[in-house]
């Protein structure tokens, strides 16, 4: 029976090339979490591959090691270890000893000589070792016994010593002759000067030997054929001592005392209390989750959970509270009894606030049926009632009108106090059975989304999993996957109930610990409550209501936009000079670079000339023809798929209306978002999307009002900038790029010509979303120089503009964060990052962000105001759709001209700013002509 091979990993090896080849990765905190995670993804995936083999990972142990005093200067100008790195050894090294893997530093010596020890004691025993490693100068301890392995090439690679010998040309034996012949960089390993690989190569396969042949064979150099050969016999003997000193260096030590056997490196299980901890700490979301599970089957407590409702320091911070005793005993009930939900509607008419959840048959809130209601009134008291689950062999279930009945009061009441998770799907859920629900004060959705936009997803598995340590039993564990997955109607309640009854548990715990950290930010709680929260029902009425979409207009504009397509595709083909797929990029990549040789401007990740649209883009500057048709295909073809073919089918055949779904809790602004269909991306510039915002139609009697903020983001720059030009402009109500061009070209404000505007709109807008003069010049069409001519102008007639910038960055490197005017943050955890790239992204962001976030802030609350005044107005008017900074209203037409006169001037008043907040309004029978 064969031995199970050794396996030795050369852990520093993979830390450094894992560092440098992988993706950065941070924790919401800013903690660099890439290295560990590459690190580990190797190891786990090389324990699946030897199961029952002996195991080490092998690290350098800091200090010097007896290389050093052989030579003062070996890796001496190696650069400093970076500081996104050293963070995450201590991490990675508490890692891999709670995966139960033996973990070596030895000191004085390297982890390579570790591991040759190792590796030769246990060949020397005929055990065979796997060496994983992507370092060459392991080459050397192959042998019969003894291979390498590089888990980081894909797939992994193997060498033995014929592929040694096909790799460098030499096999195993002579590997460190010739490092110690043309040295090693990496480490500061002299070698011969004047000796690069080639030559080393040549004299070691020309002379048959290492450096004692060679030199005792001198005479017979000059006759090799290597380059420079007859010169080389004077280099090798003025620099011998420096040869053999490499040698030394170079020699992977196999005899180091080591006080650990073989019989002591058999891993031992994971640690699952260390690990749930440290995996929590560096946000391994889906091996926690994997953890969590484990701990709820085997019965065991979640180590290092954090206890509901422990504060936190800042509330940019994780939860990481001290690790609780035992978990609480968890009370659910699946209520199927009068008497039960008697019992438990006296729970929730007692309870100072509950939290409640709905369970359906989907997740289109317009189309979907409620199937049962869970409720909480206390952490781990929970109980769902089951109305119609329709599987054979259902237990008897409550009368669903009943229970809706007895309920309605209580969740219509605006004085009892509610918490869902996701609340306004839940609220038009119940809004179509008859109940409009009432006094919903809190969303844990949208506490952990205001209390930090970014540190996570913000749904409630990725919530209970980072603020209170549980994996929740996710859908999939009870309705199955694909296309056989169960609707919740035709689950069992013995899985059906513990599952919804946790939905409401974990919602009221989530709020118990997100409501207190929010608390100690009153700023943040501000947003939440006087925001957030107000718009939920606002949305939820705007999605209800829906949109009126003219499907026959759509149909039409298919069949226009399919002929526009032929009509590209065919001057695609004569461009060419054939036929091909214009939706493959490996045919289209063929025709650009290998047919036409139009220049290569960037690769994909495999190495092949990328086709990406920003590439056809600039490929189109340069003056290419078929670069701008095929942009104009994919256009076309976008639009088609994704409105003229798809809103008809999205049209609710019960409203017979478009019902787009808002989410709160997605961008990192604050900006809202939509989807089903996406209202946000449908282009305004071109005719092709106007003629989509045609569709949206005013029903017959009724006229469409689009109110549009002018300039908002200017406008609160001009604010929070106190730039007396740009504040001067918008008081006196001057048109500001003009403005800016007569400043920026010295120009009278008469004479600015239209492309100076243009030039000056470019300038306004670019530089507060941090564009570079290399960007600005590439938009204006002149060059870099010029282009930092304007900005140097622009800055120095507006200087409030530049200082705002310079203390904004400082603002966010000091704090981490930037904040709206309202108080909203954005944290930044890429604002200390080494790399300059993603440290320039984010004080971009930084600048940009208050002025992004402001404007979404200021909307929501227009939103709000404007939702509170039209039931009172008596006007036979809503909203309908919100899309950037624009509200557009469905209203009677005998009524537009009053509401218009009550609109513009709430929009306007949704802010104080030191400029007019400008609103227009339009008045059309479609959203096109009304915009």
């Known amino acids: 029976m064969s031995l199970a091979p050794l396996v030795l990993v050369d852990g520093s090896s993979y830390l450094y090339r894992a560092f440098h080849a992988l993706p950065p990765l941070h924790t919401s905190r800013g903690l660099p979490t890439g290295a560990v995670k590459g690190v580990l993804n190797m190891l786990l995936s090389l324990r699946r591959q030897y199961p029952d083999s002996p195991f080490a990972v092998v690290f350098d142990a800091k200090g010097p090691t007896f290389r050093d005093e052989l030579f003062e200067h070996y ?44 590796a030769r004691s246990s060949a020397a025993a005929e055990r065979p070792v796997v060496i994983s490693t992507g370092d060459k100068d392991m080459a050397q301890l192959v042998n019969g016994h003894i291979i390498l392995v590089n888990t980081m090439t894909n797939p992994p690679t193997y060498m033995d010593s014929e592929g040694v010998t096909a790799k460098f040309g030499i096999g195993p034996e002579l590997i460190i002759d010739y490092l110690a012949l043309m040295g090693d960089k990496v480490d500061n390993i002299p070698g011969v000067p004047g000796v690069g690989e080639k030559t080393a190569l040549g004299l070691l396969q020309g002379l048959g030997g290492g450096l004692d042949v060679i030199y005792a064979n001198l005479e017979q150099v000059p006759a090799l054929p290597i380059r420079g050969a007859k010169s080389l016999p004077a280099k090798l003997e003025e620099h011998r001592e420096m040869a053999y000193l490499s040698y030394q260096l170079a020699t992977i030590k196999t005899d180091v005392a080591l006080d650990i056997g073989l019989d002591q490196l058999h891993p031992m299980p994971a640690d699952r209390e260390a690990l749930i901890p440290l995996y ?10 994997d953890l969590l599970r484990e701990a709820k089957a085997a019965g065991a407590p979640a180590a290092g959970a954090p206890a509901a409702g422990s504060a936190a320091t800042d509330a940019g911070d994780a939860e990481t509270a001290t690790p609780a005793p035992a978990a609480p005993e968890q009370r659910y009930e699946t209520v199927l ?18 939290a409640f959840d709905t369970e359906t048959t989907g997740l289109d809130a317009q189309q979907a049926e409620l199937v049962g209601l869970s409720f909480a009134v206390s952490a781990h008291e929970a109980a769902y009632v089951p109305l119609t689950h329709s599987y054979m062999g259902v237990p008897e279930q409550l009368d669903r009108d009943t229970v809706l009945a007895a309920l309605k009061p209580l969740l219509e009441d605006p004085a009892k106090a509610k918490v869902g998770q996701h609340a306004k799907y839940d609220i038009n859920i119940l809004a179509r059975c008859g109940i409009e629900v009432r006094g919903v004060a809190f969303d844990t959705m949208l506490e952990s989304y205001v209390l930090d936009s970014t540190a996570t997803r913000h749904d409630m598995d990725s919530l209970a999993l980072k603020y209170l340590g549980h994996g929740t039993i996710r859908f999939e564990d009870i309705a199955g996957k694909g296309a056989k997955q169960l609707t919740f109607d035709q689950i069992a309640l013995e899985q059906a109930g513990p599952y919804a009854a946790e939905d409401a548990d974990v919602t009221l715990r989530l709020h118990q610990t997100l409501w207190q950290q929010l608390q100690a930010v009153p700023a943040l709680a501000r947003v939440l409550t006087e925001i957030e929260m107000p718009l939920v029902p606002v949305l939820a009425r705007i999605e209800r209501h829906g949109a009126l979409v003219d499907a026959k207009l759509l149909g039409q504009q298919s069949l226009e936009l399919g002929e526009k397509m032929q009509q590209l595709q065919r001057e695609a083909f004569e461009l060419a000079g054939e036929e091909f797929n214009l939706a493959s990029p490996k045919q289209l990549g063929a025709i650009l670079y290998d047919k036409l040789g139009l220049p290569i401007l960037s690769k994909t990740a495999k190495g092949q000339a990328s086709t990406a649209e920003s590439v056809l883009a600039e490929l189109a500057e340069q003056g290419y023809a078929l670069p701008q048709v095929l942009m104009d295909y994919r256009s076309v073809s976008k639009l088609k798929s994704t409105y003229t073919d798809r809103l008809p089918e999205q049209i609710n055949p019960r409203t017979g209306r ?34 989509i915002r045609q569709a949206f139609v005013a ?49 009278e404000l008469e004479q600015v010509s239209t492309e100076q505007r243009r030039s ?21 069409g002149v060059e870099r120089k010029q282009a930092q001519a304007y900005i140097d102008r622009y800055f120095a007639r507006y200087p409030g503009v530049l200082a705002y910038m310079e203390r904004t960055r400082e603002q966010a490197a000091a ?7 309202f108080g909203r943050r954005l944290y930044l955890p890429e604002i200390h990052a080494k790399n300059g790239a993603m440290r320039k992204a984010a004080e971009r962001t930084a600048i940009n962000a208050p002025m992004q976030g402001t404007a979404a802030d200021i909307i929501k609350r227009a939103m709000v105001a404007v939702d509170a005044w039209l039931p009172a107005s008596g006007l036979d008017a809503r909203m309908i759709l919100q899309v950037h900074d624009e509200l557009v209203l469905e209203v009677r037409e005998d009524q537009v001209e009053a509401l218009k006169a009550g609109l513009l001037p709430l929009m306007s008043g949704a802010a104080a700013l030191d400029v007019p907040l400008l609103v227009e309004a339009g008045v059309g029978s479609n959203w096109d002509e009304a915009h």
């Open 699 to 747: 029903p017959a009697g009724y006229r469409l009002v689009a109110a549009d903020y002018s300039q908002i983001e200017l406008r609160i720059m001009a604010h929070l900038a106190q730039d007396e030009g740009l504040l001067d402009a918008f008081r006196h109500d001057r048109d500001v790029h003009r403005a800016t061009a007569a400043e920026v070209f010295g120009v």
């Open 75 to 118: 890796k001496s100008h190696r650069p400093p270890m970076p500081d996104d790195l050293r963070v995450q050894i201590e991490p990675l090294h508490a890692c891999v000893k709670a995966l139960g893997l033996p973990l070596l530093c030895i000191e004085g010596v390297e982890a390579d000589d570790v591991i040759g020890t190792l």
């Open 280 to 289: 929590r700490e560096l946000e391994f979301k889906s091996w926690l989750d």
């Open 760 to 780: 000056a709109k470019a300038i306004n807008f670019g530089l507060i979303y941090g564009m570079s003069a290399f960007g600005l010049a590439k938009q204006l």
């Open 337 to 354: 009894e009068s008497a039960q939900f008697t019992a438990w509607l006296a729970k929730l008419e007692a309870a100072e606030l509950f």
């Open 815 to 821: 704090q981490g964060y930037v904040e709206t005017l």
């Open 658 to 691: 478009i019902h787009t779904s808002y989410h709160q809790a997605v961008t990192a602004t604050g900006r809202l978002s939509s989807s089903d269909p996406n209202l946000q991306n449908i282009p305004i510039r071109t005719a092709e999307g106007r003629r």
